[in-house]
């Protein structure tokens, strides 16, 4: 779903953990949702990231950080410098990769060398990370299973967060759509949230990284695939689906673009 981004005073809002990494250097919020925060801690050769996610929050840093130790040794993701909790919740801290994500202003100004990075990158990380030896997982099956459990345990469905496209649909009536899995294109092992903010874009418009990737695992690449398309919509404005797809070199897929898109909806 699209991110939500909220500017918070500093340092009166920052979780007092956060401010005992940064240790005096210098601090700035560059992303914020529900689930996390993120900060960039200090400048230079030393400059780094903390991911903060509240008590409240169902965010696992704990199970992003083992996935990007993984991904580390194939692909260009952040390297893990350290993780804790408190009583009011728990961090990440990361070293910075070079780049900058792929809605700074600079390029939803100008989406098409952004667009097109995002396809390349997502297509690089797909073909680089090893399907037979990844000991994650993030297929419809186990994520359609997690939706019905819960819904069984008294969940309501997304409500006002569902997609305009699915926004008719009753709980049971998704569920039971999604029930209908299509068969598999490729296994590949999907970064899991493949939104633009996610990859890294150097100032020359090529992707540098991803981040972000606290749900990797191996499932069909639509999984991934129906999702970046669907976020050039939100983060640049219609019309630059195709070049995605044409820069990560796959064919449109309306069926699984559709069904995936359903099941990232449900959660």
Not at 27 to 37: E, G, T
Not at 146 to 171: F, N
Not at 234 to 249: C, K, T, V
């Amino acid at each position: 779903m699209p991110p939500s981004m909220s500017p918070w005073a500093l340092p009166d809002t920052t979780p007092e953990a956060v401010l005992d990494l940064a240790g005096g250097r210098g601090l700035r919020l560059v992303w914020h949702n529900d689930d996390a925060s993120t900060y960039e801690l200090g400048a230079g050769a030393g400059r780094c990231f903390v991911k903060w996610s509240p008590e409240s929050s169902s965010l696992d840093l704990d199970a992003e950080a083992a996935r990007m130790k993984w991904a580390a040794t194939y692909t260009p993701v952040p390297e893990v410098l350290g993780q804790g909790k408190d009583d009011h919740g728990s961090w990440l801290l990361t070293a910075a990769l070079d780049g900058t994500n792929a809605v700074e202003p600079r390029w939803t100004a100008r989406p098409e060398p952004a667009v097109r990075a995002i396809g390349e990158g997502l297509r690089a990380m797909h073909e680089a990370l090893p399907v037979s030896s990844c000991p994650f997982s993030w297929t419809a099956e186990e994520r359609l299973e997690a939706c019905v459990k819960a819904a069984k345990a008294g969940w309501e469905g997304p409500g006002e967060e569902w997609q305009e496209e699915y926004a008719h649909l009753t709980l049971a009536q998704a569920l039971e759509l999604a029930a209908d899995i299509p068969l598999t294109d490729k296994l590949v092992v999907c970064h899991g949230d493949a939104c633009a903010p996610n990859t890294l874009l150097t100032s020359d418009g090529r992707w540098s990284g991803h981040v972000d990737l606290g749900c990797l695992g191996v499932a069909d690449r639509w999984a991934d695939l129906a999702v970046a398309t669907w976020s050039t919509e939100w983060n640049y404005g219609p019309g630059w689906e195709d070049m995605l797809l044409d820069a990560y070199g796959v064919a449109k897929d309306e069926e699984r673009t559709w069904y995936y898109r359903l099941l990232w909806n449900l959660g």
